[in-house]
């Protein structure tokens, strides 16, 4: 292959590199006019008057411009035409007398006749005279260059009177257009008669004409648009402005208002709004007043319950160390005080856990840990619980440690709850814990295979004080709030806590956490469906508890 088409074959290369170069700069260039043009209702309202006048004026233009050029090329060519068939008339007393064209007297007399009629300012300044055996006369200096087309000969051969639109340039100032009208002279010699009528003056009015409309056209679109931008200002400042308040509302200014001018439809919308706002701040206040209240009410119980439970909680202990030396009724009722205990304590801790979020007290003692260290101790610690239940817990994570800066106790005590909820609902088969980690995120999903949750309740397992208690096999009591604390939790964390379930297929929680504190989880490594892949399948090490 030679080296020009080596040549052939890249050029095409080189010019799509360049079009696509030139492409993507003009997008990032006309990008902020883009952003612009969306957010700006204004701009998009005048931008659409401009271009509807526009294209309205130019309909009108070609229009207007259109019907009067016709007009006035009209009436030319009905004038010349009947200036013509005058020039022939006088043609004809001049010529009738010839019978042949070999006269020696033909020619001047040709002459004299198309030199009288381009003097007389009546007819056309350019006349040309010729017989059918093609003896011609030109009344023009330059009028050699007047040569009618062979379709006007033709038609005018045909004894008719035709016309042609031409470009000549038949004098110094160059091309300019001229209607030619030839007619034929019927006599015992036939002849042609040409008449050249310059369209000078008509030309010059359907200019001036159509500089005329596009001055008046562009000043009539910008004045359109000056009213466009008006009349939408007028409209656009109070939506502007309601915005700007809305905004401010949003951001806890609730004592901002918009202004209200005259007694039009946006003063009454201004006041509309205003009064929606009033309406909205004696209720957000309604309502602080009343979280705050609820709050307090929650703090200050919890707090007072610790003295009389801890009284409560020593005789119990000590009533329980001695409970073989009752009666097994006696010792049946101080198992399940001492039971109960443990539960309202349990409670009580969760109370006050909540009322921390509540209040913004909650906070993280973020450490560098090991994330499968902390499941591994989780189903350590259940151990027990899963043994009574019967349930096989296996833990799978990655080979290598999965270190993350978290809060080891708030996210055990997540896992403790999800665990625990999975144990308990899983009714013997069995529930897998998975750790995963991604360049940004470490995640944990809890799956078991029990009853699972109805259509719904995904969105209210974290709901405080909510259960659905599907299973059949419970062998504790919740509080109802374990799930609710773990979801704050994560949320401290910066992460998420999500479920997902169906009736006969099991539940899925996933927790996620950035691996840096600080960060914020965008995907997790771990996909929330029930059939997901196993993340890290064939580099994990496995842990199994059963019992």
């Not at 011609?136 to 062979?150: L, M």
């Not at 009177?161 to 002279?185: C, K, R």
């Not at 801790?349 to 499941?375: K, T």
Request: proline content about 4%; some cysteine.
């Amino acid at each position: 292959m030679t080296a020009g088409e080596d040549r052939a074959r890249e050029r095409p290369v080189w010019l799509r590199r360049a079009w696509g170069s030139a492409a993507r700069w003009a997008g990032r260039a006309a990008r902020p006019l883009i952003d612009r043009f969306r957010a700006s209702l204004q701009l998009r309202v005048v931008s659409s008057t401009l271009i509807a006048s526009t294209v309205l004026v130019l309909i009108f233009s070609f229009v207007v411009a259109g019907s009067v050029t016709s007009g006035l090329l009209t009436e030319r060519q009905e004038t010349a035409v009947e200036e013509t068939l005058n020039a022939v008339e006088r043609a004809a007393e001049q010529l009738g007398t010839y019978t042949s064209s070999s006269d020696s007297a033909l020619a001047t007399t040709m002459q004299r006749i198309v030199n009288e009629l381009a003097e007389d300012p009546v007819y056309a300044p350019v006349i040309v005279l010729r017989t059918d055996d093609g003896q011609v006369t030109r009344s023009h200096p330059a009028s050699s260059e007047a040569e009618p087309s062979e379709e006007l000969q033709a038609d005018v051969a045909e004894r008719k009177t035709a016309i042609q639109y031409e470009n000549f340039a038949l004098d110094e100032e160059g091309t300019m257009p001229y209607l030619v009208v030839g007619s034929y002279i019927d006599l015992s010699l036939d002849f042609e008669l040409y008449a050249f009528y310059p369209l000078e003056s008509q030309q010059d009015a359907i200019s001036l004409l159509r500089t005329n409309l596009a001055l008046a056209g562009v000043a009539l679109v910008l004045l359109l648009g000056v009213i466009a931008a008006l009349v939408t200002r007028l409209v656009v400042t109070p939506v502007r402005e309601a915005a700007r308040t809305s905004q401010r509302l949003a951001a806890g200014l609730l004592h901002e208002r918009m202004e209200v001018r005259g007694s039009d439809d946006l003063a009454r919308l201004a006041g509309s709004f205003n009064l929606m706002a009033e309406n909205l701040q004696s209720q957000i206040r309604r309502l602080e007043e009343m979280s705050m209240m609820q709050r307090r009410f929650t703090s200050d119980v919890s707090h007072e319950l610790r003295t009389p439970l801890a009284t409560i909680r020593m005789a119990a202990d000590l009533l329980y160390d001695n409970r073989d030396d009752f009666d097994p009724v006696t010792k049946r009722s101080t198992e399940l005080l001492q039971h109960e205990i443990d539960r309202f304590e349990e409670l009580l801790q969760e109370l006050l856990e909540i009322s921390r979020f509540d209040s913004g007290f909650a906070s993280l003692e973020v450490d560098a840990v090991d994330v499968g260290r902390i499941a591994d101790d989780v189903v350590e610690g259940l151990s027990h619980l899963a043994e009574d239940c019967g349930v096989q817990v296996t833990v799978r994570k990655p080979r290598r440690r999965v270190i993350a800066e978290v809060d080891p106790r708030r996210v055990q005590r997540i896992l403790r709850n999800l665990v625990s909820n999975a144990i308990e609902h899983a009714e013997g088969k069995p529930v897998v814990i998975t750790v995963a980690e991604s360049e940004t995120a470490v995640a944990v999903a809890v799956r078991d295979r029990g009853v699972g949750l109805k259509p719904g309740h995904a969105d209210r397992v974290f709901d405080r004080f909510w259960r659905a208690d599907p299973s059949r096999n419970r062998r504790t009591g919740g509080t109802g709030l374990g799930l609710a604390i773990s979801l704050e939790d994560a949320k401290l964390h910066s992460g998420t806590l999500q479920a997902v379930g169906e009736p006969g297929r099991g539940t899925l929680f996933v927790l996620t956490l950035p691996l840096q504190a600080g960060n914020r989880v965008i995907t997790s490594p771990i996909p929330l469906r029930l059939d997901g892949p196993r993340p890290g399948a064939g580099k994990e090490a496995t842990r199994a508890t059963q019992d």
